[in-house]
């Protein structure tokens, strides 16, 4: 029988001829390839990102460089040199760090995948068939061995092949089997030829973790060690971020003896993984300490735990699958990273908008779905709190990092909080869960509120129009009566309290620390902002020569710039008295990111000022910086800022001048810090 594979492919024709009533495949000729290729490339190219100059990247505003010159208008003007160092180290550094080609496969080379469903065996692992000495296999309980040769450490897999059958985990993993490979060595060796394996004793697999890490080879540890983490979440994070019930979790560990949870029940891997990475973040555990000393003060452990909790996640497909679990792992897994933008292990905002995803794919956002008595009562409850978590999450996110948020006002239509009221019993005598007092306390409807006003200030702030036309007056003059309402309306009910009030549970106190602080870092914001940007009617103005004295309004609007001005002032003020009392307090090295961004903030723009008071917010980074290393670096950067002098405004220059720069001083120096932090001087947490 004739085969059509048998026979050579034509080289000459562009069309296949067929029989009447057959239709005819036409493929372009090669002048309509020349053509289309000519036309891809009279497009328009692509913005290129990360390619401001050291001034103006120095001075975090845009770089402005007209086409044939050498040099950006700020450069030009200032006879500055137009430098790109920062630039070029990074795109040095992601050169460096960019993972290898695919390998082709060939007959001496073949990959094996597990099934993707159920736990894999032996046989099934990923096994690479090469000339090489024999690669590691990973058998059922996740411990790493050698094919007749000792036992080693955990395997340095290419990234490449990694996502395929790594890691060694499935839903179906006991707690254990979790616990071995988020403990297993970590990677040493840069080397990615497996003989190289074989080189490494198992003793001194765990060295980089310090000289207490080895104690994690023993099961009886392992367990105790994952069982303080867990007590660390419960007592730091939970209070912050109150989505799991720690008695149902407890028992579920099922790694005490006294554990009372159904046999054959296992918690999500994913979800163990993120609450032990917590515990780890804060914990001060003789073997993390001893991590800490020998690593210059961060943990590598710490840091080897959150990208393992990622893996699992990923490889688990936890934001893919829209479920309950996945919500609540999501939105844990978001601030326990990186919460730089531009740190390429932090993912930001990713998680968060998987678990938003999840709670609209789940119609957590509609009162019919929400309100069904099929749900369970707690889980009902635990849903409900997360819809508004990740809503008010999702708003400060999109206004903090300059992006569109998720969600809308006409995104639901559930009422604010309608988990199920307090019963008097827990009222009467015994204590209130975090998430209870919070919403009795009425913090969640005030974040809620600020949030909407978050939301609306990103989605008028970074758009295009604005970013090229500056901010109307009408919008400037809306969110600063906005901003003022809320004060009057929730600052004194959920921000920091007067002197009388000086003695309070370590609840309220971080709630208002945080209230106080969200609120006045988005005046800081809107003044960053319309430095950056303008106002509207004037650039317009400006752009056709006109004369300051033809601008309507132009008085209204310098009015509106100066008040703009002292309100972000004092706003970076108050947050610096505030993270001067936390940091005295030793409370930010325990703080799962509430006030970070806002130290970053009013720091900057202090720094900017001049302001002596600076230094409680370089304290405080610092002080983050054991759980969260990215913040050192900004403390560094703020202090460079600082001590230059070189920070210049743009539009708001006038309305923002500089004072001196003797940060020794610190924020005793200045009447105005003072006044702004008189209110929490006195503050005693319980």
């Known amino acids: 029988m004739h085969n059509d594979r048998d026979m050579p492919p034509s080289t000459s024709t562009t069309a296949t001829t067929a029989s009447p009533g057959q239709s005819v495949l036409v493929l372009p000729s090669p002048s309509m390839q020349n053509q289309m290729h000519e036309l891809a490339k009279t497009l328009p190219p692509p913005r290129k990102q990360n390619t401001a100059c050291d001034a103006c990247r120095s001075r975090k505003v845009k770089c402005n460089r007209l086409p044939g010159l050498d040099k950006c208008q700020h450069c030009l003007s ?96 006991s707690t254990q089997d979790v616990l071995v490979y988020l403990f297993s060595p970590p990677d040493t060796s840069n080397d990615r030829d497996p003989a190289s394996f074989t080189q490494h004793h198992r003793g001194s697999a765990y060295a980089l973790w310090g000289e207490q890490a ?119 897994i978001e601030p326990l990273q990186s919460q730089t933008p531009d740190d390429q292990t932090g993912y ?88 209870e007092q919070l919403e009795f306390l009425g913090y969640y409807r005030a974040a809620h509120s600020l949030a909407r006003t978050a939301r609306q200030m990103s989605r008028s702030l970074w758009k295009p129009a604005t970013d090229a036309d500056g901010v109307p007056f009408e919008v400037l003059t809306h969110f600063s009566t906005a901003l003022s309402e809320w004060r009057d309306h929730y600052l004194q009910v959920v921000g920091v309290p007067s002197n009388e009030n000086g003695s309070w549970d370590f609840v309220t106190a971080v709630s208002s620390c945080a209230s106080d602080a969200q609120y006045h870092v988005m005046w800081i914001i809107l003044f960053n902002a319309l430095d950056e940007y303008g106002v509207k009617e004037i650039n317009e103005a400006m752009r056709i020569g006109a004369s300051q004295s033809s601008i309507a309004n132009y008085t ?83 202090r460079r800022i600082y001590g230059s002098g070189d920070a210049e405004f743009n539009h708001m220059k006038s309305v923002a001048p500089r004072t001196g720069n003797d940060m020794s001083s610190g924020a005793a120096s200045s009447p105005v810090s003072a006044h702004s932090g008189a209110e929490v001087e006195d503050m005693v947490i319980d």
Not at 142 to 155: A, D, I, Q, R
Not at 231 to 259: A, G, K, M
Not at 296 to 313: M, N, P, V, W
Not at 556 to 567: P, V
Request: glycine share 6%; with cysteine.
């Open 78 to 173: 200032k006879n500055y040199p137009c430098t790109h160092f920062v630039q070029q180290a990074t795109s040095e550094k992601k050169r460096g760090t960019a993972p290898g080609r695919r390998k082709s496969s060939s007959a001496n080379s073949r990959i094996h995948f597990c099934r993707p469903s159920g736990p894999c065996d032996e046989r099934d692992r990923l096994q690479i068939i090469a000339d090489s000495p024999p690669s590691p296999n990973i058998v059922n309980n996740g411990s790493p061995t050698l094919e007749n040769g000792p036992t080693t450490h955990m395997p340095m897999i290419s990234s490449v092949y990694r996502c395929s059958f790594y890691p060694p985990v499935t839903l179906d993993s």
């Open 214 to 332: 080895g104690k994690l080879e023993d099961d009886a540890f392992r367990a105790e060690f994952a069982l303080d983490l867990v007590e660390v979440f419960f007592q730091i994070v939970h209070t912050r971020l109150p989505l799991l019930n720690p008695e149902q979790f407890r028992n579920s560990l099922r790694l005490h003896p006294s554990s009372t949870s159904v046999p054959g029940k296992h918690l999500h891997p994913a979800l163990v993984a993120t609450v032990i990475s917590w515990g780890a973040k804060f914990s001060e555990h003789p073997l993390l300490v001893a991590d800490r000393e020998h690593n210059a003060g961060q943990s590598h452990l710490a840091k080897t735990l959150i990208d393992r909790t990622r893996e699992i996640a990923e490889a688990l497909r936890v934001h893919r699958i829209p479920k309950d679990e996945h919500v609540v792992i999501g939105l844990l």
């Open 348 to 435: 930001h905002g990713f998680w968060l908008a998987s678990a938003t995803r999840h709670l609209l794919d789940l119609g957590i956002n509609h009162k019919s779905v929400i309100s069904s008595t099929s749900r369970d009562p707690e889980d009902r409850g635990t849903m409900i709190f997360a819809w508004w978590m990740a809503c008010i999450c999702d708003a400060y996110s999109s206004l903090y990092y300059r992006h569109k948020p998720i969600l809308d006002d006409d995104d639901y239509d559930i009422d604010f909080y309608t988990v199920d009221p307090i019963s008097s019993e827990v009222l009467d005598g015994t204590t209130p869960s975090p998430r």
């Open 556 to 638: 209204a609007m310098e009015g509106a710039k100066r008040k703009l001005a002292d309100e972000a002032l004092h706003g970076a003020l108050r947050i610096s008295a505030l993270a001067g009392v936390l940091t005295t307090n030793q409370y930010l090295r325990l703080d799962p990111a509430v006030m970070h961004v806002s130290c970053i903030q009013a720091g900057t723009l202090l720094a900017r000022m001049g302001r002596p008071e600076v230094k409680n917010c370089i304290d405080g980074l610092e002080q983050y910086s054991s759980s969260y290393a990215e913040a050192g670096e900004h403390a560094s950067e703020i």
